[in-house]
């Protein structure tokens, strides 16, 4: 199972950006996605998450409004629409949790953003 994260760059503030997480050797459809990020100096924090059974999604309260996950089965990938602030600078990774699973077992290598003007 590998999962590749990708579209990070750099941004001015206000700037959107989309993230895609696609996956290889498992279907995507079947798990909970995460997004997380990690900012420098900082502990990793959960950014959204979709659920694998109705697709609801649960952002954390600082992207609420600004930032958008989304999943298109047929392409084995899910997205992370972004609308950026520089507090959102960190890397970002994508990571795939099983039904029934308490943890995120699979994981992308990481992306980085920047935000900066």
């Known amino acids: 199972v590998q999962l590749q994260a990708s579209g990070g760059g750099l941004a001015q503030p206000g700037d959107s950006l989309r993230l895609s997480c696609t996956a290889s050797?498992?279907?995507?459809?079947?798990?909970?996605i995460g997004w997380f990020r990690q900012a420098p100096g900082k502990a990793p924090e959960g950014v959204s998450c979709?659920?694998?059974?109705?697709?609801?999604t649960y952002p954390t309260d600082s992207v609420k409004g600004r930032f958008t996950i989304s999943k298109d089965n047929a392409k084995n990938t899910v997205y992370l629409q972004m609308n950026l602030k520089p507090e959102d600078t960190a890397v970002y990774y994508c990571?795939?949790?099983?039904?029934?699973?308490?943890?995120?077992?699979?994981w992308g290598q990481g992306t980085l953003v920047t935000v900066s003007s």
């Open positions: 050797g498992v279907t995507l459809g079947n798990y909970a």
């Open positions: 990571a795939a949790r099983g039904l029934g699973s308490s943890e995120y077992g699979y």
């Open positions: 979709i659920s694998s059974s109705n697709g609801r």
